[in-house]
């Protein structure tokens, strides 16, 4: 930082990049400087700087395209509407919601805004529309409104955030997961419930019925929604899914009996942090299956032999999972070898 310390010029300088392995911080003074040596940026990535209150002064870089931010503040101020040539905004807070002040349908360059907290997005005025919006990580339920899908509407990528619970609320005959179904044009969509107030009560009752979740969906993660593993039908369900990752309890419950005729596309299943002991699968399940990724699965007993059958099974990871566990995929890999197949077997700890 001693560089920008030195109350630098650059007219030409278009990027500004900073890396760092130990976190920096900025003095105001420093933050200015950036602003005033360099006003023709158009890339600034400081995720490796702390900003500990929202830094002004970048507000006066008004030809940016992309900035990356690292802070602690809670709020995104309607000055960022300065940066009329933005397309992509992430921004990582230790703070767990992020109000955003400025209009983002305003703002007609925007493509992605990204955050590791849950987005409170300000109601919109009129004018502006959010046809170039293809990535929002992540939105908090309350601001999953009919007027938001329909804005968004070549939203490809969708994060949600929040007491998920929210999206199950019934007002005047339809839920926010009926908005869901609007967008045509969306792949990927994490669910992210926070169980920070009273983890039951936050507990996600149940899955909306498989036509309710958008018609191109490939990838789906979900964290701390605590379902029921016979909700999983309802997933097997989503035609064109091929990703499905289940973190942090996503399910829980002892006993996975996969359904018949589930998953026909599915191709990677990554399960992490579970209560799971039983779980049991045929060679009709997962016929296209090709990466099997599981964590923290510390009660499974066994993974089913069934996927030994799976043609297409290519990898298996395991990580902190049982002893038993471990034993299971080995006979498994032991089996394809059998059929003339290579499969790639990963176990940590080894258990050997």
């Keep these: 930082m001693n560089f920008i310390s030195s109350q630098p010029y650059g007219p030409r300088i278009r990027s500004i990049l900073c890396s760092s392995t130990e976190e920096i911080i900025l003095l105001p003074t420093d933050v200015s400087a950036i602003a005033d040596g360099f006003k023709l940026t158009r890339v600034l990535d400081v995720r490796s700087i702390r900003f500990t209150r929202f830094p002004f002064y970048l507000t006066q870089l008004v030809h940016l395209r992309y900035i990356a931010l690292t802070s602690d503040f809670k709020v995104l101020p309607e000055a960022i509407s300065k940066w009329w040539n933005i397309q992509t905004i992430i921004v990582f807070t230790s703070s767990r919601v992020l109000e955003i002040k400025a209009d983002i349908w305003k703002m007609v360059h925007l493509r992605h805004l990204e955050t590791n907290a849950s ?95 958008p018609p191109k969906l490939i990838s789906l993660t979900l964290s701390y929604t605590l379902l029921s593993w016979e909700q999983m039908y309802v997933l097997g369900t989503l035609h064109n899914l091929r990703v499905l990752k289940l973190k942090n309890n996503a399910f829980a419950g002892e006993r996975w009996e996969a359904a018949d005729g589930g998953f026909q596309q599915l191709e990677v299943l990554q399960i992490e942090y579970t209560d799971l002991v039983l779980w049991e699968v045929s060679s009709h399940h997962f016929p296209k299956l090709q990466h099997l990724r599981l964590r923290n699965c510390e009660e499974l007993k066994a993974l089913p032999f069934g996927l030994a059958n799976v043609s297409s099974l290519q990898v298996i990871d395991l990580h902190r999972t049982t002893k038993l566990a471990a034993a299971s995929a080995r006979k498994i890999q032991q089996e394809t070898d059998t059929k003339g197949r290579r499969l790639k077997l990963s176990i940590f700890p080894s258990y050997e």
């Excluded at 109601?123 to 908090?140: F, R």
């Excluded at 955030?161 to 199950?168: C, E, N, S």
């Design 119 to 213: 987005v409170i997005l300000c109601k919109p005025g009129g004018g502006g529309n959010g046809e170039k919006i293809q990535t929002l990580l992540n939105i908090s339920p309350q601001s999953c409104t009919n007027d938001l899908f329909e804005r968004a509407i070549n939203l490809k990528k969708l994060g949600i955030r929040g007491q998920l619970t929210m999206l199950h609320d019934d007002k005047g005959g339809s839920t926010p997961f009926d908005n869901l179904g609007k967008l045509q044009q969306l792949e990927k969509l994490k669910l992210l419930n926070d169980l920070h107030i009273h983890p039951q009560e936050a507990k996600l009752p149940g899955l909306p019925p498989s036509h309710k979740f």
